[in-house]
DNA sequence: ACTCCACTATTCACTCAGAGAATAGTGGAG
DNA sequence: CTCCACTATTCTCTGAGTGAATAGTGGAGT
């Protein structure tokens, strides 16, 4: 995922920041995501101004390290409420480990074992990783940001799971189908 | 996702491919995936290479052009072997742009309006690829290997509906979140 | 016979994501 | 007075991903 249309969003509100600040932002916006890297925070800012997305909005040295703010320009705007106004395309390509890692170990392994394997342990390691997220969310410290974030997470995990489940009961009929070319 | 542990799987069985047939092998291994890149295949190759888990097994010039032909090293069976034996970390952060994009939209839009808009028009398009996958798996031609990969998107694309729904529901708590530093 | 096209096969150039280390100044704890 | 944590930015490197360039072979048409 591109950084670029949070922290237009970050920056939406006119207010300019600079790039440590926007780094924090997108953090607290986004928790359950992967921490922005500071690196790519300012690579991902320098792209935005080349691109006129941004504009360098003063350099600060008062009291401490230089730092430059950036403000949103129009075309930065028009560029969000592009993204904002833009479907999704709805799940192109199987991407996921889990599913390749299953297909792969039927491919390789003479008989079923490894990906049989495979599926159990996996499975054993999402409930763990569901009954974890679903003490997060019953925490009453939790707020509705974290509760919307688990349960996009629980809701797939248990996707997975029910895939798992159908998986293991079809290992036979994909394996054979999978080794179908090697004996011609 | 890296390619290095499919090329890997394909090489397991002992015989020597080269760079053009290992792309069309792992694009007939994995139809729904994202198709492999031959400029990616071959840089793949190469890191594998340098990281000793393939090997060059020989220069074949004869009929056409020149093709270098790899095959797995012990090294290269015990990575596959490794990665075929861990399992994953279930969803340690939420990554996709349908739950980035709401977020964005409550904290940039004063009202909610673009959020509930982007969620209606997503959940449109999601519901008309099910049908589409739906047919994709219910065709005669279909096999197996399909209807795995087909469930499993099914499967995530239902998720993602159940998750729209709900947060429909909570946009405005949501809202009344993301807004709250904003008076003080 | 000649041309054009499709296919096999590989390389190259380029952008962006992601991670980590390096640099440098400020303010506070002990 | 030193050390540490924090603010702030830059730099370097690997790898993912895309598209174009190169080059030879074989076949279909006209």
Do not use: C
């Not at 922290?7 to 921490?35: F, S």
């Not at 599926?119 to 019953?138: G, S, W």
């Not at 248990?158 to 489940?165: G, I, K, Y």
């Amino acid at each position: 995922m591109s950084a670029v249309h949070v922290l237009l969003g970050i920056l939406a509100d006119g207010t300019p920041r600079h790039g440590y600040d926007l780094k924090q932002a997108y953090d607290a916006l986004l928790p359950r995501a992967r921490p922005l890297a500071f690196g790519q925070a300012y690579a991902t800012l320098g792209r935005m101004v080349r691109d006129e997305l941004i504009a360098e909005a003063g350099h600060d040295s008062a009291g401490g390290p230089e730092r430059t703010s950036y403000q949103i320009t129009g075309a930065g705007r028009d560029s969000l409420a592009g993204w904002l106004g833009t479907v999704e395309r709805p799940a192109p390509f199987v991407t996921e480990a889990l599913f390749t890692k299953v297909v792969v170990a039927l491919r390789t392994g003479s008989d079923g074992a490894t990906a049989r394997a495979y599926l159990i342990a996996q499975r054993a390691a999402h409930t763990d990783r569901m009954r974890e997220l679903t003490r997060a969310k019953t925490d009453p410290a939790a707020n509705v940001s974290d509760v919307v974030a688990v349960d996009y997470l629980l809701g797939h995990l248990d996707a997975d799971l029910a895939w798992m489940q159908t998986t293991l009961t079809r290992l036979g009929a994909l394996r054979a189908e999978l080794h179908e070319g090697d004996h011609r």
